[in-house]
């Protein structure tokens, strides 16, 4: 499988199966999703966020090292979806003319 195709379905089942919903996601505005991410491609506990379970770091750094960057890079696909959210909210819709 393709390395787009195996991220696709990394991040659905991060989604689906381990519940790390847009809503979910969107309670790290503190840049946990990166730092993590980073973590794991790091193998570094230190950098860890202290708000998420250890259990996943470890969970995920176990990963032979393909599958720890899949993990790694759907980990910043969460991210960067999390910052477009914020940024649309932020952004005022244009309010029609009134005639």
């Known amino acids: 499988m393709d390395a787009i195709t195996t991220l696709a379905l990394e991040r659905r089942e991060q989604q689906e199966k381990h519940g790390f919903t847009n809503e979910h996601d969107d309670r790290y505005t503190a840049g946990e999703l990166e730092r993590a991410a980073l973590s794991v491609l790091s193998e570094d506990p230190t950098v860890w966020p ?5 259990q996943l770091f470890l969970t995920a750094s176990e990963k032979k090292t393909r599958d720890r960057l899949v993990t790694v ?4 696909v969460a991210e960067i979806e999390r910052i477009d959210r914020a940024l649309a909210k932020a952004v005022p819709t244009e309010q029609p003319a009134q005639a």
């Open 50 to 54: 202290k708000s998420m379970q250890i």
């Open 73 to 76: 890079a759907a980990m910043l």
